[in-house]
């Protein structure tokens, strides 16, 4: 009896041991620590289709962090401490970003921007001192968003639709004061927006309360704006973008998108290096990858905001009828729309709160002078 059991107990005393000794040496084997890219981001940028390209590529996790208005953005990132690797800023930020020590310089020899459109290889607010602090990566117009239905082609080429009769109670605006003062600013004819005397400024504020009456909304997020639109509530909306008519179109709803006579304002995203990134070599291998063809005709679809985009060569690459909604079937006529607008900026004569001063009276409805 004892030995026919002492076989089979040496023979798992043994395979114990072995499994023991494999379990031990892979405890032990030291574990590659996962490379992670911290983004923060206006929403759309966030997307499935935007990220995972670049991860599968490089074998990068992206943690992200989104946000709405470049308010919300410049706070976010002033009141971080070495958090962010990437962040996708509006261009009138960068000068505020820089003064506050927040940006690095970028190289330009580490990015190709050969393909880019001539009006943004040297961006103007990207660049400070002669050094490069930031890259574009999309833009669009801000003109008007109009109901077919409603609003003809020939009316959509003047601002001043939007005090029509027939469109009382049928305007909308979104709930930041920088795009929408902007045109406003453009459709009194000044040339140069935000750069105004003061008493250009106080015939923007009278223009706006003219328009106070014609309200359906002040809308506070993207998502409400398009509800009121698609619903009919909403027939115009002056410092509307391309982009909003496409997601409505994309609905079946008849809408279109116009950068009327007297002048449009450009909106821009760019891409910055905080000069704390945590991992600074994970960044620039992400600002590098954003301005090829492949990403940016995938920025150009995203489902929050499709966008037009600074690389030339990425337009092959983008489903002819997006192309066709943005009025951009070729970089070509990208080049010639950038050339037609006025890239919005901050204030320059007056302060930035004396503009948002305006923007709450506007949303008030409380300038005594406009009455």
Same mark, same amino acid.
């Given at each position: 009896? &004892?030995?026919?059991?002492?076989?089979?107990?040496?023979? #798992?005393?043994?395979?114990?041991?072995?499994?023991?000794?494999? /379990? !031990?040496?892979?405890?032990?084997?030291?574990?590659?620590?996962?490379?992670?890219?911290?983004?923060?981001?206006?929403?759309?940028?966030?997307?499935?289709?935007?990220?995972?390209?670049?991860?599968?590529?490089? +074998?990068?996790?992206?943690?992200?962090?989104?946000?709405?208005?470049?308010?919300?953005?410049?706070?976010?990132?002033?009141?971080?401490?070495?958090?962010?690797?990437?962040?996708?800023?509006?261009?009138?930020?960068?000068?505020?970003?820089?003064?506050?020590?927040?940006?690095?310089?970028?190289?330009?020899?580490?990015?190709?921007?050969?393909?880019?459109?001539?009006?943004?290889?040297?961006?103007?607010?990207?660049?400070?001192?002669?050094?490069?602090?930031?890259?574009?990566?999309?833009?669009?117009?801000?003109?008007?968003?109009?109901? &077919?239905?409603?609003?003809?082609?020939?009316?959509?080429?003047?601002?001043?639709?939007?005090?029509?009769?027939?469109?009382?109670?049928?305007? *909308?605006?979104?709930?930041?004061?920088?795009?929408?003062?902007?045109?406003?600013?453009?459709?009194?004819?000044? =040339?140069?927006?935000?750069?105004?005397?003061?008493? %250009?400024?106080?015939?923007?504020?009278?223009?706006?309360?003219?328009?106070?009456?014609?309200?359906? *909304?002040?809308?506070?997020?993207?998502?409400?704006?398009?509800? *009121?639109?698609?619903?009919?509530?909403?027939?115009?909306?002056?410092?509307?973008?391309?982009?909003?008519?496409?997601? !409505?179109?994309?609905? +079946?709803? @008849?809408?279109?998108?116009?950068?009327?006579?007297?002048?449009?304002?450009?909106? =821009?995203?760019?891409?910055?290096?905080?000069?704390?990134?945590?991992?600074?070599?994970?960044?620039?291998?992400? #600002?590098? /990858?954003?301005?090829?063809?492949?990403?940016?005709?995938?920025?150009?679809?995203?489902?929050?905001?499709?966008?037009?985009?600074?690389?030339?060569?990425?337009? @092959?690459?983008?489903? %002819?009828?997006?192309?066709?909604?943005?009025?951009?079937?070729?970089? =070509?006529?990208? %080049?010639?729309?950038?050339?037609?607008?006025?890239?919005? &900026?901050?204030? &320059?004569?007056?302060?930035?709160?004396? /503009?948002?001063?305006?923007?709450? %009276?506007?949303?008030?409805?409380?300038?005594?002078?406009?009455?």
């Amino acid at each position: 009896m &004892t030995k026919r059991f002492t076989w089979p107990l040496v023979f #798992v005393i043994a395979a114990g041991v072995i499994i023991g000794l494999w /379990w !031990l040496s892979q405890s032990r084997t030291p574990t590659v620590p996962e490379r992670v890219l911290n983004l923060l981001c206006w929403t759309g940028y966030e997307e499935p289709a935007q990220l995972e390209p670049f991860e599968r590529k490089y +074998g990068v996790k992206v943690r992200y962090k989104t946000f709405v208005g470049g308010d919300s953005m410049y706070s976010l990132l002033t009141q971080s401490k070495g958090q962010y690797d990437v962040v996708t800023v509006d261009p009138e930020y960068i000068k505020k970003l820089h003064d506050a020590g927040r940006l690095s310089a970028l190289n330009p020899a580490d990015y190709n921007l050969a393909d880019y459109l001539p009006t943004f290889r040297r961006f103007p607010l990207a660049w400070i001192d002669e050094k490069m602090y930031a890259i574009p990566v999309a833009y669009g117009a801000l003109g008007l968003v109009y109901n &077919t239905n409603f609003v003809s082609a020939e009316e959509a080429q003047s601002y001043d639709i939007i005090l029509s009769p027939k469109l009382k109670g049928k305007v *909308s605006v979104w709930d930041w004061y920088l795009p929408i003062m902007g045109v406003v600013s453009r459709s009194l004819g000044n =040339a140069r927006p935000y750069d105004i005397r003061d008493a %250009e400024f106080e015939q923007v504020k009278v223009r706006l309360m003219q328009l106070r009456p014609q309200l359906a *909304s002040i809308a506070g997020s993207f998502p409400e704006l398009m509800a *009121s639109l698609a619903s009919g509530d909403t027939l115009i909306v002056p410092g509307g973008a391309g982009w909003v008519a496409a997601n !409505l179109q994309a609905q +079946g709803k @008849p809408y279109d998108w116009s950068v009327p006579k007297q002048g449009g304002i450009m909106w =821009a995203d760019t891409v910055v290096i905080p000069s704390d990134a945590p991992h600074p070599d994970l960044a620039k291998l992400y #600002v590098q /990858w954003m301005t090829t063809p492949e990403a940016q005709a995938l920025v150009a679809q995203k489902k929050a905001n499709s966008a037009n985009v600074p690389n030339g060569a990425a337009y @092959p690459l983008i489903p %002819e009828s997006l192309r066709k909604v943005l009025k951009t079937l070729t970089a =070509a006529d990208a %080049e010639t729309l950038a050339e037609k607008l006025v890239i919005r &900026t901050l204030p &320059t004569q007056q302060s930035e709160r004396t /503009w948002q001063n305006a923007w709450e %009276e506007f949303k008030a409805g409380t300038n005594q002078q406009a009455r």
